[in-house]
C-alpha cells in the first residue's frame, strides 16, 4: 500500500492488496465488473472499470448509482506522505448518508484497515436492508 497527500486529497492507494481487500470489501457483490484501487480522502473508494477508467464510490453506501468519474492523474506517483495519518482511515461513526455530521468533533474517529473492512460492510448492509424496505437494525454494530 502507499499513502499520502495529492495536493488536497489523502489517498490510500491498495497496489498489491486490492484484490483481496475488494474481496473484503465486497465490490464484486456491490459493483459487478469493478476493481478495487484505494481511497480518496478516506470517505470514497476509487474504483475501476474493464476498460481502466477511474471512478469514486462512497465507502457507504456503496452502489453504482453513486459512482462518479474520478479525473486524478499521476496520483501513483506523487503522493507527500504523512505519518500522522499512516495506517489510519477518518470513519464517521454515524455515516453522512445517515445524517451524521460531517464536521470533526464527536462523529470522528480514525479506525484501521480491518475496523474499516467491518464498519464498511454492517452499514452497507443497514443501508440495503433498510432501502429494501425493511425496519430496525441488524446484529449488533462493530
Partial sequence: MREGWYGDNYLVLFEDAAASLECAYGIANALP?????????????????????????????????????????????????????????????????????????????WVTQDQHIQLVNWWNKLYRHLAAGGEGMPAARP
Fill in 33 to 109: 465488473g469493478y476493481h478495487l484501487v484505494g481511497l480518496l480522502g478516506w470517505d470514497d473508494f476509487i474504483v475501476e472499470d474493464a476498460h481502466g477508467v477511474s471512478f469514486t464510490v462512497p465507502t457507504v453506501p456503496l452502489m453504482g448509482d453513486y459512482l462518479t468519474l474520478c479525473v486524478l492523474t499521476d496520483f501513483p506517483h506523487a503522493l507527500a506522505p504523512d505519518d500522522r495519518f499512516e495506517g489510519k482511515i477518518k470513519w464517521y461513526v454515524k455515516p453522512l448518508i445517515f445524517g451524521g455530521d460531517p464536521n470533526y468533533g464527536d462523529n470522528l474517529s
